[in-house]
């Protein structure tokens, strides 16, 4: 498995022509293996689909292979120190390399459940054009398994996403007499000291303390000496499950005198904790880390809100690692195979 992962680790997937070879590359090692792995494209991105096992049940293994950019040397993975660490290592090519290698060691084995390996090529921009794909097309299952990075703890929950711009107008004047005119970055800046306030904000959950809110640009302005009149702020809010996403809009609306628009709008995850799904993984879980096992929710989105969509449970559920986006991106070998056994002890307690 590790030299597996150092192999896809080499592919740099950071383009979208990278991460199709990724794919072709986990299509051709699945062949290898004795499975029937089927290539699927959709707008120009591969994903390969591959099945296994019997049973009323499908459990689906989904996990991406392209990666967010890195310098030359990240695509060369370096093993130190029981870690291995390279761009892409952590999120999320381990978690793809463990679930390759559980199908093949379930291959020939009598389980009473189906699998559905999904290896996707698009996730970090979006993930529609694989796994939204996918599951438009009724590959769904029963329960979702993604891979991502999670110190082998069960991420239940994801915020949801929403994506807006926020347009002020000003009036201008010379900047030599700022008083004559109305500034709109400034105007745009108290509309954000406002929305910080507002109800949504003070809102908590079980898993989290609170939504965040992440002003990501400000565009206004044109020469030093005039008063903008125009400024557009662009937020990134990440919301709770259970929040409405049309009534913080409303909100917003209601403290900005300019247009609001919505550019993403992401659902949340919000599996529950006593789904039986979950309640089979978790001793299997606890055998494997002589522990109780550990539940919370992301921050940020996975591929896991595409079923979500659909009303079926998924979790995030992966092996240890750190860094991920960063420069010295590793993931924890120990806890891989780890994560490997214990994907193929939940699959085998059916």
Same mark, same amino acid.
């Given at each position: ?39 699927? $494209?959709?707008? +120009? ?8 096992? #019997? =049973? *009323?049940?499908? %459990? /689906? ?105 926020? $347009?002020?107008? +000003? ?8 008083? #004559? =005119? *109305?500034?709109? %970055? /400034? ?164």
């Amino acid at each position: 498995m590790k030299e597996l992962l150092k192999e896809l680790i080499l592919i740099d997937s950071s383009t979208k022509e990278g991460a199709n070879q990724a794919v072709e590359f986990c299509k051709q090692w699945l062949i290898e293996h004795k499975l029937q792995p089927s290539l699927i $494209e959709n707008n +120009g991105y591969k994903m390969v689909v591959c099945e296994i096992g #019997e =049973g *009323d049940k499908t %459990i /689906v293994f989904n996990g991406h292979v392209d990666v967010v950019s890195g310098k030359k040397e990240q695509f060369v993975p370096v093993e130190k120190d029981g870690r291995i660490y390279a761009r892409g290592a952590a999120d999320m090519k381990a978690g793809v390399a463990a679930m390759m290698v559980a199908m093949k060691e379930l291959r020939n084995q009598k389980i009473g459940v189906k699998i559905q390996l999904q290896i996707v090529s698009d996730e970090e921009i979006g993930g529609m054009n694989c796994t939204g794909y996918l599951v438009e097309n009724d590959y769904r299952g029963d329960f979702v398994i993604s891979s991502e990075p999670t110190q082998l703890g069960i991420a239940l929950q994801a915020k949801g996403v929403l994506r807006l711009e926020v $347009e002020v107008t +000003g009036k201008a004047a010379h900047g030599s007499r700022p008083w #004559e =005119g *109305d500034n709109a %970055i /400034v105007k745009a800046y108290r509309v954000y000291e406002k929305l910080l306030e507002l109800p949504f904000t003070k809102e908590s959950s079980e898993l989290y303390p609170s939504p965040s809110v992440n002003l990501a640009i400000i565009s206004g302005g044109e020469v030093f000496n005039k008063v903008p009149d125009h400024c557009v702020m662009s937020l990134d809010i990440r919301y709770l499950p259970g929040q409405d996403p049309d009534s913080i809009v409303q909100q917003i609306e209601g403290i900005s005198e300019g247009k609001v628009t919505v550019g993403l709008k992401g659902i949340p995850v919000a599996t529950k904790q006593d789904d039986p799904f979950i309640n089979q993984l978790k001793p299997v879980l606890e055998k494997h880390i002589a522990g109780e096992a550990v539940t919370f929710g992301q921050h940020g989105a996975a591929d896991t809100q595409y079923f979500a969509a659909h009303g079926i449970p998924a979790i995030e559920f992966g092996p240890s690692g750190a860094n991920w986006h960063g420069d010295d991106e590793y993931i924890e070998l120990e806890s891989l195979e780890k994560y490997k056994d214990i994907l193929i002890d939940y699959v085998k307690s059916y």
